[in-house]
């Protein structure tokens, strides 16, 4: 089958969906499929991303809409990982998104959260499937012995700066530390908020790959603040190094993953609390965790499931 990915694969540091295209693209090629990015050869289906045209998403939904009338028996199939609900700001994302949806086969969203949320206010009656991200297994992995640190070190990790990620937490979590009242260490891998120099945490550039997982490794607890999350990559990594995860009330889509690896916060004192919890069940709970769940193989599996169902 040849199968057309509106957007292209882009090396360096970057968010869960193009981690999620290499990893799908490269799956496809291993299991006999061809991968193309323009209309150059007849499409049997065509893969969208994004319905935007941007520096990463390069056919916006018009070019697939002509195809379509063109081709009529073209396949299409739409995944969904973006909401007005998740920006501070709406930008007015959703009904191009209702648009694209009305073309495709299938929509298959990252999570069953944001599955139900546009289901319930769009009354949609459309085929429409989740799926949760994986990563990649051979990269993040949990290491062999649990770390012994001088300090209880807690990690988060964002590509995206934009407040909804958790920063408000991450900056209270800093002063708290800078006022005595928080004894941890607290890393923070990826770009910061803009408008603020945090103090006592510790930050490091947007990473990726074994340098990536290798920190999260030598880490106590995985932290993710964000707030109505569709469905990202983050905590996936986390946990898929071994890590109990503490995670926001009002998360999204990330708490139907971490709910049985973890702690849920809603106010400071729980967020303490779910800290020294984790912090004694860290061995349990790295023993629990489905590894071959969080895998880029099952997610990448049961996308290549759907492409062979339609």
């Not at 957007?7 to 006999?32: A, T």
């Not at 969203?109 to 599955?115: A, H, N, Q």
């Not at 949320?117 to 429409?128: A, C, Q, R, S, W």
């Not at 790295?286 to 071959?292: E, F, P, S, V």
Request: hydrophobic share 35%.
């Amino acid at each position: 089958m040849r199968i057309l990915f509106t957007m292209r694969p882009q090396e360096g540091s970057c968010g869960g969906g193009m981690f999620f295209l290499k990893n799908m693209v490269k799956y496809l090629d291993e299991n006999g499929h061809e991968v193309v990015y323009d209309f150059s050869k007849k499409i049997d289906l065509i893969f969208i991303m994004d319905p935007r045209r941007n520096r990463t998403n390069h056919i916006p939904i018009e070019m697939i809409e002509r195809y379509k009338s063109e081709y009529p028996d073209v396949k299409i199939i739409h995944r969904v990982n973006e909401s007005d609900i998740k920006r501070p700001r709406p930008i007015g994302i959703e009904p191009l998104l209702i648009r694209t949806m009305r073309i495709a086969d299938v929509i298959v969203f990252v999570s069953k959260w944001l599955m139900e949320y546009f289901v319930g206010k769009y009354d949609l009656k459309l085929n429409t499937k989740y799926v949760i991200n994986g990563c990649d297994s051979d990269v993040f992995y949990p290491s062999k012995t649990v770390p012994k640190n001088d300090k209880l070190r807690i990690v988060t990790h964002h590509w995206s700066n934009n407040i909804m990620k958790g920063f408000r937490v991450y900056n209270f979590i800093d002063n708290l530390i800078g006022e005595g009242k928080l004894d941890i260490e607290f890393i923070y891998i990826g770009r910061y908020i803009d408008g603020y120099i945090p103090k006592n945490i510790k930050l490091i550039p947007p990473t990726t790959g074994k340098e990536l997982a290798d920190i999260l490794r030598d880490c106590d607890i995985y932290l993710t603040a964000t707030q109505n999350e569709p469905g990202a990559m983050h905590y996936v990594e986390g946990l898929s190094c071994g890590l109990p995860v503490l995670y926001a009330k009002g998360g999204g889509g990330v708490n139907e993953v971490c709910s049985k690896y973890g702690f849920e916060f809603d106010n400071v004192e729980n967020l303490i609390e779910g800290m020294t919890k984790l912090s004694k069940k860290k061995y349990e709970i790295r023993t629990k965790i489905d590894y071959k769940y969080l895998s880029s193989e099952r997610c990448c599996n049961e996308y290549l499931n759907i492409i062979n169902s339609i």
